[in-house]
């Protein structure tokens, strides 16, 4: 589809939209199709009204600038008052916030500590859709005092230190129920106008946002999962901005100086969780050996054309220096996997090419998911570096939550991801939300008692020094159990059609939309 058409519709959609507005409040929502941009992205809402408090579509709508958190992460990582004027640690189970003042929703009712207080309830509701088990765990609130209009507190069950910081993540934002003509109502700089699942997600600025009327005048977000066929769309003029371009196509854009081109760390992490509970990688020398035969290094250049990555040896990339365990390694080893393979009898006894254990041979099945280009690349490099120890490797691409299924079956042994480790900020969220023996993402079957302790110490640990030392075992735990191979960190790379401004890349990918980003008419 054509961005004129793209924005024709989207024009109709403002008018409609503007046209059903009733009631005594008077908002003002200036347009123009001039002010409009298209921007690529690799995945869509997961619904026509997708409630950012749910799943994936927060990222998205956080993104989008449609909804906001009490506390966000600037672009250091470090926290910041965001929809919060302040907030303090009053005991190590209460946190007390006062709101910003002059805060709007985008229906022009007043941000209020007790809408706060409706917004959050509706996490534990599991009739409504912005139902959200895995942020409920995180969070684990045990109540919300009102103190008054502005002011609030937040009480949990047990210590938890990452509590404030899971506030950043983009779930945890403040929505107010919806209607017919405002079916998502946040206080961002833009206005969800309207969503088609997994395709567009459409939006109109906010005049009356409290951090400045935007210069935009609204974003039409499309789901492109091929990175090719994202490209494509920017040299045809259908979009304006890929955010995730291609890396071997950005490498050949760098090397002519050509494009409008975007680069940041993040800290993504491209791995491998592994059913360690049942199958062939519930034996551990096998896991080693499989992270000891990935050269790291020809995956970041075959996968990202040399561009955009750093080979993983822990969870956490170098650039986090306040949590990353830099005395753990994870170098590319064959000789010494081969070793391991053969001390631990894992051989091929008939002469096919084909390890074997317990007399089968050893099939490990290897999935993943497009919307990420340098996935599939990854998967194929690791299949023929596995061939290399004698491992049947096949290998397919699947829908994230089925491969998630899959893997919780036993049907398939690995699953390629790619997650961003701490998007906010706080080591906690990525172990706990993959690797403890209760957590929801944890389709290891993956179950260490010594690492939950961990876990839940870590979480009741305040001194950050003394959480260091926690979270450096627990990465060495991670280190030598392998429920999961990291591979390697991510800088995402973004291209532009030479009109973009005021977009940055964001560490943790979860900001986009501001009131500065802006396109040249």
């Known amino acids: 589809m054509k961005k004129r058409s793209l924005r024709a519709i989207l024009a109709s959609g403002f008018i409609a939209f503007a046209a059903g507005m009733v009631g005594p409040v008077s908002i003002n929502f200036a347009y123009s199709q001039e002010k ?5 992205v690799p995945f869509g809402p997961k619904s026509s009204v997708p409630d950012p408090r749910a ?5 998205l709508s956080n993104r989008a600038g449609v909804s906001e958190t009490l506390v966000g992460l600037d672009y250091e990582m470090k926290m910041f008052p965001r929809l919060a004027e302040s907030y303090r640690n009053i005991s190590p189970t209460q946190w007390e916030f006062t709101l910003r003042e002059n805060v709007k929703f985008h229906d022009g009712s007043p ?9 959050f309830q509706k996490l534990n509701d599991k009739d409504h859709a912005a139902y959200n088990p895995r942020l409920i765990k995180l969070l684990n609130i045990k109540e919300i005092t009102i103190k008054d209009e502005r002011t609030f507190v937040f009480e949990t069950n047990e210590p938890n230190s990452a509590f404030i910081w899971s506030l950043t993540e983009p779930t945890a934002s403040v929505i107010k129920e919806g209607t017919e003509k405002l079916p998502i109502i946040g206080t961002g700089p833009f206005v969800f106008v309207s969503a088609e699942a997994e395709k567009n997600y459409h939006t109109k600025a906010f005049a009356d946002y409290w951090g400045g009327k935007p210069k935009l005048d609204g974003i039409v977000m ?3 999962s091929d990175a090719s066929v994202a490209a494509l769309a920017l040299r045809a003029g259908d979009v304006d901005l890929v955010t995730n371009y291609s890396e071997p196509d950005f490498a050949a854009l760098e090397k002519s100086n050509q494009g409008q081109r975007f680069e940041g760390a993040t800290t993504r992490l491209f791995f491998y969780q592994l059913r360690t509970a049942d199958g062939p990688l519930a034996n551990k020398e096998l896991r080693q050996a499989i992270s000891l035969g990935l050269d790291r290094g020809l995956i970041v250049e075959a996968a990202l054309a040399g561009v955009g990555g750093d080979p993983a040896h822990s969870i956490f990339p170098v650039t986090m220096k306040s949590w990353v365990n830099k005395a753990i390694e994870a170098p590319y080893d064959i000789s010494k996997a081969l070793e391991i393979l053969d001390n631990a009898g894992l051989k091929d006894t ?15 099945k290897l999935r993943s998911y497009e919307g990420r280009p340098a996935l599939k690349p990854t998967l194929e490099v690791t299949q023929a570096l596995l061939s290399k120890l004698g491992l049947k490797v096949e290998i397919s691409m699947g829908e994230y939550q089925a491969n998630n299924d899959a893997l919780k079956l036993g049907e398939i042994q690995m699953h390629l991801q790619a997650w961003g480790t701490a998007p906010q900020g706080d080591p906690d969220y990525f172990p706990s939300t993959l690797l403890d023996s209760k957590a929801g993402y944890n389709f290891s079957g993956y179950n260490n008692p010594k690492l939950d302790v961990l876990l839940e110490k870590g979480r009741g640990e305040f001194d950050p020094v003394k959480r260091k030392v926690i979270y450096d075992e627990i990465q060495e735990i991670i280190a030598e159990d392998l429920p999961l191979i990291p591979v390697f960190h991510k800088t995402q790379v973004s291209v532009g059609n030479g009109k973009v401004k005021g977009y940055r890349i964001h560490p943790a990918e979860t900001y986009l939309a501001s009131p500065e980003l802006d396109i040249e008419g």
């Open 111 to 119: 941000l209020t500590s007790e809408l706060v207080k409706d917004s």
């Open 36 to 40: 409009v941009i298209t921007i690529a």
């Open 55 to 59: 799943r994936q579509n927060g990222w």
């Open 350 to 364: 008939n002469d096919d090419g084909i390890r074997e254990i317990d007399g089968e041979n050893i099939v490990l």
């Open 222 to 224: 499309d789901a492109i």
